[in-house]
């Protein structure tokens, strides 16, 4: 492998760099270690290309800004020296960096921010029942007013106004604050205070001086560090300070390594807690196996972790071969790879979620953002194609991963910690849970969000749930784990999640229900520790610490139980042979 030092092709910290990079790159596409030295590096959005998001607003191009393109056996070296490190520093909308149809890269050694942050913040100086001040920092978050309306200054010559949702954080522990979720109601602008005070008409549950309210502003209209079509792609060290969508997105990639990857707020800049303006990582239809090991998460304002695949509907049969389909959300859509030939194709019955025939792709045709034509290698049955197809769901078992989560620490952000929903064996051990919603949720439908997946082996161990777990809600918190895909009819006699074994954890609970089961055959839960914390009177609606709905063959036993519960053990609706031991 050859070594490029960019200081020797004139790319220098402090300089900004985006055309003459990708030039170097596009010049040395093969068996090539480049080192970056310590120091900032500038980028602005000179670089557009038409690339479709999972899970984000559909653009006709992106903004980017480092881009690596059927590059192979690669290593982007960053440096440490002393407390100096190497810096990608970004203004405006764009994404940070792109891999596309790469093959055994890693990026190491990184820090990636904006100079003027997409989220920003508000301290609490002063509040009333319907008013609240809040003291917005112009050095930090530069920013204006416009007609009634508060507008950010994010760089690149760009203005973002404040127009999206807010999170409230303690502010002394810094975690979002018990109950609040994202419910907390700023309004209107109604006076400018002096001295970066500004006055809101505010509909919100208690708040505190001090405490920070987290301002979403901007679009989701690009990633941090985004992958498709990829193959062995490695992050490490890499800390993650701004993004303005999905931290790192992954789509129809193989074999994906994230170590020591840190979502985290940028503490010298004057930042308090936000990070992210939406996941972290987000992982849709890839395959090979994704390890996520000794990352941490904090002040990401949506779930740190989410593992999918991305199914549609039918609309119609063109001939015995060929089905058009249809992507169902509006954030997941006109993907140019969603199938390949020979990819394993699956159809989902929507009302109860049972798979059924399976098919072998021969082609697949976009014909918009929101239609496609899928062609099969044979026939598909005559009594598959007599059914409505808008009553079935299809998915792609070839773009599935297995999935490993280890040894991380999933601090306050908003919603919940880790999302999966994949076929795929999965395992998620040895990890530090402080989610303010469901540290865990075994999602998967085709109903609503069409993020598919059912699972069929799934290992949660070692891990340690604390009780700020679950102490807002969200959508699909229904426990601190919580097993609940979206089933419109369940039935008893077909689960839909199988094989889920929960062991060798400690739960942390104030009267917080620990599981949610629902729609689950094979369902352990063994050799726990469940304390009850005193850290909060009971909130969650939830009256028992295990629920279980729709779910067969389920054991529970030699937990140890530690404390004064004011609420029942377990609940049964619709179950069948449940083994309880208290």
Known sequence: MKQIVLKDHGILPGSECTLELAELFRNNPTDTEFVFEAGDYFFLPKILRDIRLSNTDVLPTRKLGIILENMKNVRLAGK?????????????????????FCENVEMKNFIIDWEKPLVSEGIVTAFTDTTIDLFID????????ENGVIVFDIGGGEWSPFNCGQIQYDGETRTIRRMSGDVFGIGRLQEELGGDIYRFAADHQDTAVGNVIVLRHNARQHAGVFTEKCKNITLEDVTVHSCG?????AQFCEDLTYRRVHFLPNIEAGRKVANG??????ITCCSGTVTITECSFVGLMDDPINVHGCCVTGVEWLDARTLRCRYMHR????????????????????????QSVHGTAASYELESNEYFLLTFKEDMPEDLRALDPTGLALDNLTHTAAFVCTKNRFGSCRARGVL????????????????????????????????????????ICGNTFTDTCL?????????????????PEPDVKTPYHKNIRIHHNIFDTPDTPVLYGFSTDGLTFRDNRIYRSTSSEKWHPGEHLINLDHSR??????????????????????????????
């Open 80 to 100: 440490v020296d002393g407390k100096k490190k190497t810096r990608l520093l970004y203004g405006g909308q764009m994404q940070a960096v792109t891999m596309l």
């Open 138 to 145: 112009s050095k930090v978050y530069p920013h204006r007013v």
């Open 245 to 249: 969508g999905l931290g790192c997105l």
């Open 277 to 282: 303006r939406d996941d972290g990582m987000h």
């Open 331 to 354: 954030q997941a859509c006109a993907f140019k790879y969603w199938a390949d030939e020979g990819d394993d194709i699956v159809f989902i019955e929507r009302r109860h979620m049972t």
């Open 420 to 459: 999966v929903s994949t076929p795929k064996p999965v395992r998620i051990a040895d990890n530090l849970f402080q989610s303010s919603g469901s540290a865990i949720l075994v999602a998967g439908d085709s109903n609503g969000w069409y993020e598919s997946g059912e699972c069929h082996d799934v290992e």
């Open 471 to 487: 102490s807002s809600m969200y959508q699909f918190c229904e426990g601190m784990i919580s097993i609940c895909p979206v089933i």
């Open 553 to 582: 063959n389920v054991d529970i036993g030699d937990n140890l139980w530690v404390g004064l519960f004011s609420i029942d053990m377990l609940t049964e609706n619709e179950c069948e042979n449940v083994h309880f031991e208290n």
